[in-house]
């Protein structure tokens, strides 16, 4: 579960060889949860509302990004960081 972001206590990170819709994986604390890219939507799990906002946010300025990772993750080549939330 290479990690490509972490800001504010949120450490985010995509897995090798997910399954379908693209999707990135966020944790805070005890609290974890995935995202869908193309929505930019909750899948599953569980997140303060403050914390999701700022998932969203940076999601939302980062959204072209997430998707070549997808792609990287899919193919098993490396992940690169993408910046954090200012």
């Given at each position: 579960?290479?990690t490509?972001?972490?800001?504010?206590?949120?450490?985010?990170?995509?897995?090798?060889?997910?399954?379908?819709?693209?999707?990135?994986?966020?944790?805070?604390?005890?609290?974890?949860?995935?995202?869908?890219?193309?929505?930019?939507?909750?899948?599953?799990?569980?997140?303060?509302?403050?914390?999701?906002?700022?998932?969203?946010?940076?999601?939302?300025?980062?959204q072209?990004?997430?998707?070549?990772?997808?792609?990287?993750?899919?193919?098993?080549?490396?992940?690169?960081?993408?910046?954090?939330?200012?």
């Amino acid at each position: 579960m290479p990690t490509i972001c972490m800001f504010r206590g949120i450490k985010i990170y995509l897995n090798y060889l997910e399954h379908q819709p693209p999707h990135f994986h966020a944790e805070y604390g005890e609290y974890e949860c995935s995202i869908s890219i193309n929505d930019i939507e909750l899948l599953s799990g569980q997140m303060p509302n403050k914390q999701l906002k700022m998932i969203f946010g940076w999601a939302a300025l980062h959204q072209d990004e997430l998707q070549e990772e997808w792609y990287l993750a899919q193919t098993h080549k490396e992940l690169f960081p993408i910046e954090p939330l200012k």
